[in-house]
């Protein structure tokens, strides 16, 4: 059974930073590629950064420069590091495992706001 786990969200300031996780469990993790999206209210769903197995980082315009994705194979986490954050990334994170199929997080919170 596939399991994704997100952490790390939650309100900070315009200018701060959060570090988002996501830990599996169910997967060949070295194998997939992972990715963190975003939903805002509103909005559709959309790529926030991926990463695949060979570590090749891919970034929305958006957040080019200020955010970093990683991942560690042992711990089969995924990281998101957020920077010089925004009002408008405010939107619920998820994470994303790709192979083949796409399986889910349930999502975390991020709300960026003075």
């Known amino acids: 059974q596939v399991q994704l786990v997100e952490s790390g969200g939650g309100l900070v300031q315009p200018g701060g930073s959060l570090r988002l996780s996501c830990t599996t469990s169910g997967i060949v993790f070295e194998a997939y590629e992972m990715g963190w999206y975003r939903q805002a209210p509103g909005n559709q769903r959309e790529m926030v950064a991926t990463?695949?197995?060979?570590?090749?980082?891919k970034y929305v315009d958006a957040v080019t420069g200020r955010f970093i994705i990683s991942r560690d194979n042992i711990k089969n986490t995924v990281f998101l590091q957020m920077n010089s954050l925004k009002p408008e990334d405010t939107a619920v994170y998820y994470c994303?495992?790709?192979?083949?199929?796409?399986?889910w997080g349930q999502g975390t919170l991020v709300t960026v706001s003075s």
């Open positions: 990463i695949d197995r060979f570590g090749y980082e």
């Open positions: 994303n495992a790709r192979y083949y199929t796409d399986s």
